[in-house]
């Protein structure tokens, strides 16, 4: 489907149009996302998975209910049906609800102080003059990637001098 904004042809030389610059043409579509296919496939087999598997449920629900009633305890109970649940499999609950919480704290961490670009994984550590994010070394256009030496270091600090001491 055509983009509203693209131009089938170019304009000819008798338009008005014709001596527009280039900054005035309209962008060309953005090229196709690469691995679209691996993705595509991913999710049919995911897709296909997901319906062989619960289609075994449906077939042998009664053997499945009866595997998930003996390993989780509540089947030839104690003093009272759930008695073995809770001394056993659902004494687990309170651990996994703190790792559960401990795991979702520390991803929540890492995604605020990670670097802004998307897919970056690295601690963002620098901030982009003028703008609100945060990047890191590899990212960021002012920081070196193979570690500063002693000369950029002096030449940003009499660079950041200079500047703030002509405001």
């Given at each position: 489907?055509?983009r509203?904004d693209?131009?089938?042809?170019a304009?000819s030389?008798?338009?008005?149009t014709?001596a527009?610059?280039e900054?005035?043409?309209?962008h060309?579509?953005?090229p196709?996302?690469?691995?679209?296919?691996l993705?595509?496939a991913l999710?049919?087999?995911?897709?296909?998975?997901a319906?062989?598997?619960l289609?075994?449920l449906v077939a042998?629900f009664?053997t499945a209910?009866h595997?998930?009633a003996?390993?989780?305890?509540i089947?030839?109970?104690?003093p009272?049906?759930y008695?073995?649940?809770?001394?056993?499999f659902?004494?687990d609950l309170g651990?996994a609800?703190l790792?559960?919480a401990?795991?979702v704290?520390v991803y929540?961490?890492?995604?605020?102080?990670?670097?802004h670009?998307r897919?970056?994984?690295r601690?963002?550590r620098?901030?982009l003059?003028?703008?609100?994010?945060?990047l890191?070394?590899?990212?960021h256009?002012?920081?070196?990637?193979?570690g500063?030496?002693?000369?950029?270091i002096?030449h940003?600090?009499l660079?950041?001098?200079?500047r703030?001491?002509?405001h």
């Amino acid at each position: 489907m055509q983009r509203p904004d693209t131009v089938l042809s170019a304009p000819s030389a008798t338009t008005p149009t014709a001596a527009a610059s280039e900054s005035d043409l309209p962008h060309p579509p953005p090229p196709p996302e690469e691995g679209r296919g691996l993705r595509v496939a991913l999710l049919v087999v995911l897709a296909v998975v997901a319906v062989v598997g619960l289609s075994l449920l449906v077939a042998y629900f009664a053997t499945a209910r009866h595997w998930f009633a003996l390993h989780t305890g509540i089947l030839n109970g104690g003093p009272d049906h759930y008695y073995n649940f809770w001394s056993g499999f659902g004494s687990d609950l309170g651990e996994a609800t703190l790792i559960t919480a401990v795991v979702v704290g520390v991803y929540t961490g890492v995604r605020k102080a990670n670097c802004h670009t998307r897919g970056c994984w690295r601690i963002g550590r620098h901030h982009l003059d003028g703008t609100p994010y945060v990047l890191c070394r590899h990212h960021h256009p002012d920081v070196p990637n193979k570690g500063a030496s002693h000369e950029h270091i002096v030449h940003e600090y009499l660079r950041l001098r200079d500047r703030g001491s002509a405001h």
